[in-house]
């Protein structure tokens, strides 16, 4: 048996997603692989992000955010919210998206959307978790499949954030 953590985790599946925060005039959107659904009745969802990203402050300041589900072959887009901040350029210049029912932007060409109210929050670690009720959705594409993020490689260059080993 070998495995060191980052070759063990990149074996869990994700999906990756555009995660869009509003607040007030101001909006952003970030890549997302850490998120899923953790409840039927209510439907919830749970998403882990930085609070050192620009996009926290907007998400918690409003309590929602939008989901866009990302399609194979979307991996510009993943790139696009995904390696570079809101601090340093307005990602959703150039890309086609609209403000969803809460506000928050919704990109026009993903498979799905989900439109999500937070509920609670707790640390973890070097991220925080926010659960948040779902309150809208839609199909766009039922014919484009989800991108895994097994398929970005080290687009996130979190390769370097793992420990070398499992603590024993
Ligand atoms: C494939 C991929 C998955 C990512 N998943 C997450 C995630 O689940 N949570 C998170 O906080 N950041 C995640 N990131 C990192 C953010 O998308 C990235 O740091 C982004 O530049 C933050 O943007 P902002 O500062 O404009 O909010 C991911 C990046 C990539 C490329």
Redesign the pocket.
Known sequence: MTGSPAEVFSRLSNG?YVVGVAHGSRV?A??????TQVSFDPLLVAL???PD????PLLTASGLFGVSVLGQGQMEL??Q???????ELD?LAGVAWRRGSLGAPLLLEAAAWLECRVVGTMPAGD?ELIVARVVGGAVREASLAPMA?AD?GN??QSDALYPPAFPT
Not at 30 to 35: H, S, V
Not at 53 to 56: D, G, K, M, Q
Not at 81 to 87: P, V
């Open positions: 990756v952003n970030f890549t997302a692989a850490w998120l882990s992000i930085s990203h620009a996009s926290y993943a790139r919210f995904g390696t570079r901040s809101g601090r990602k991220h993020y970005t687009l996130d």
